[in-house]
């Protein structure tokens, strides 16, 4: 009997012990967490806000669960009704350690309230994060180790094509930049070097992708000047980014394709072009993705892409919810129009976003604009 008690106490005991680093890792996550977002976050939300977010994310689990604010307590209602009232930690507003306990004190509460929340206590914190981080913008995104599929991680396309069109001109496609487009764009421009005359970059439907692919990539092409530049609440958030002497191609004209998919990291790469006065860029307004996402690795294996500044392009524009106005619009051109009708139809007064992906008659005008151009330069040099 006696040794069936002290195995008892013994197992007891050993589920407390291995319970424990679950219930830290938790409190630590939480806290990374909670101090980052307050921190860094651009939209400047306070550490008070963003855990009762994040306790309101109970509700995902269960919908029969409602976290309230109650100004200096949290109720937690279940069925409609009140289960229970925690208080706020009054005098530690911006304590994380406090904000992370009254968190797990609450998942705690809801796990006796609800027996589905009770089923998947053990991914709750991370789904209760996922919800919270829904609430700051669109681009910043908790991702769960254990939720991958779930939490939004995707992995970016390295999707690169180019071929040469009329024998004179370049034709490059680019769906994602990534650190390998600078490099495929040098090779293909080596490849054809010889008859390169022209280059026609597209960039229609390209949701971005790395800023400091887009750099390289418009380093390729400006020898000097600002690329773009980027500001935030922190000091290590602002910087400017210039460009280089070497130039991987002299005296070429140049055309940039964009349409209303065009975003973020593309859109950085068509004004730096543009604004250079090195392309002319066609299309309808761009998506105006102006936001800077920080990746930032957690506890666990766990991360986040948390919004901590703003582009802006080299004579200082903003590009969020504003996009980039390209220099000829191409809003409601019809398949039947060519470079004349463009040119003489009555420009639009706002050249509004449009998806324009794959229309051939975008690549058509763009190449018939810069064979002009090429046989123009051709005609000057001649003289």
């Not at 890792?25 to 990374?32: P, V």
Request: with cysteine; charged share 25%; aromatic share 8%.
């Amino acid at each position: 009997m006696i040794v069936r008690h002290l195995k008892f106490l013994i197992l007891a005991w050993l589920c407390c012990f291995w319970a424990r680093p679950a219930a830290a890792d938790s409190q630590t996550l939480l806290e990374a967490v909670y101090q980052t977002v307050q921190d860094e976050y651009l939209g400047n939300v306070p550490m008070s806000q963003f855990a009762i977010w994040a306790m309101q994310g109970l509700q995902t689990m269960d919908k029969n669960v409602r976290v309230a604010d109650d100004g200096s307590r949290v109720t937690l209602y279940y069925k409609s009704g009140i289960y229970k009232s925690l208080m706020k930690p009054d005098y530690f507003n911006d304590n994380k350690q406090a904000w992370a306990k009254l968190t797990l004190k609450m998942l705690k509460t809801a796990t006796k309230a609800s027996p589905v929340i009770k089923q998947k206590d053990f991914e709750a914190v991370d789904r209760m994060l996922i919800a919270a981080f829904k609430k700051l913008d669109k681009n910043s995104k908790y991702y769960s180790d254990l939720l991958q599929d779930e939490s939004g991680l995707t992995q970016f396309s390295r999707e690169y094509a180019a071929r040469m069109l009329d024998g004179r001109v370049l034709y490059i496609k680019i769906n994602t930049l990534t650190k390998f487009t600078a490099a495929n764009i040098t090779q293909s421009v080596i490849q054809y070097r010889e008859q390169v005359e022209g280059i026609i970059l597209d960039l229609r439907m390209s949701q971005g992708g790395s800023l400091s692919g887009a750099i390289e990539v418009a380093d390729l092409f400006l020898d000097e000047g600002i690329i773009v530049s980027t500001k935030g609440r922190k000091a290590d958030s602002s910087a400017y980014y210039k460009a280089h002497e070497d130039l991987l191609v002299k005296n070429v004209p140049m055309i940039v394709l964009v349409d209303g998919g065009t975003a973020s990291a593309a859109e950085v790469l068509a004004a730096a072009l543009q604004e250079q006065g090195v392309a002319a860029v066609l299309g309808t307004g761009t998506f105006g993705k102006g936001t800077v996402q920080n990746v930032i690795d957690l506890p666990d294996n766990n991360k986040m892409l948390l919004t901590n500044a703003y582009y802006f392009t080299p004579s200082g524009k903003p590009l969020n919810n504003i996009g980039l106005v390209p220099d000829i619009c191409f809003y409601r051109v019809k398949d039947t129009d060519n470079l004349l009708t463009v040119l003489t139809r009555e420009e639009p007064e706002t050249c509004f976003k449009e998806d324009r992906a794959d229309r051939k008659v975008d690549l058509d005008i763009a190449q018939e604009l810069l064979i002009s151009r090429i046989d123009a330069n051709r005609a000057m040099a001649a003289q």
